[in-house]
């Protein structure tokens, strides 16, 4: 998946901390041990119209592979749904690829449920620009 990577620094930095205006799109909590970092839980909030009221979208969570297995995950975890119900959300999402299983199986000890019904769709790259410019309805 490293292949698939194209942020840089500089791009993580922009959307956590803004422009000049200091306000990002995400927010990072990230566990250390000893000054290290060992890993990290970007996030943002989204909405839900189903129950009208706000959530919050997991991004990403990371641990060094060291780190595993000593409750790195489950803390970051914790601490994000911790924030999540101070903010009055009432949902904590993310997506997890198929074929990891050791993922998976730790978040449905969590108490997640793995929702298989549902599909993320995406547009990027090329297909985005291309459905940009395609003439059509527009609002404006």
Known sequence: MADQVCATPKDIERGLFGESDGRGFAEALVA???GLPQGF???F???STF????GIWLEDLFV???ARGYGVGKALLKRLAEIGVER???RLEWAVLDWNEPAIGFYKRLG???LEEWRIC???GHALATFVREPGSRIE
Do not use: M
């Not at 129950?51 to 706000?54: F, S, V």
């Open 112 to 114: 997640a449920t793995v």
């Open 41 to 43: 839980a970007l996030y």
């Open 64 to 66: 060094r592979p060291e």
């Open 88 to 90: 009055g959300c009432q």
């Open 122 to 124: 995406r547009l990027s």
């Open 32 to 34: 250390s041990l000893d």
């Open 45 to 47: 909030h989204n909405f």
């Open 51 to 54: 129950l009208g009221k706000p």
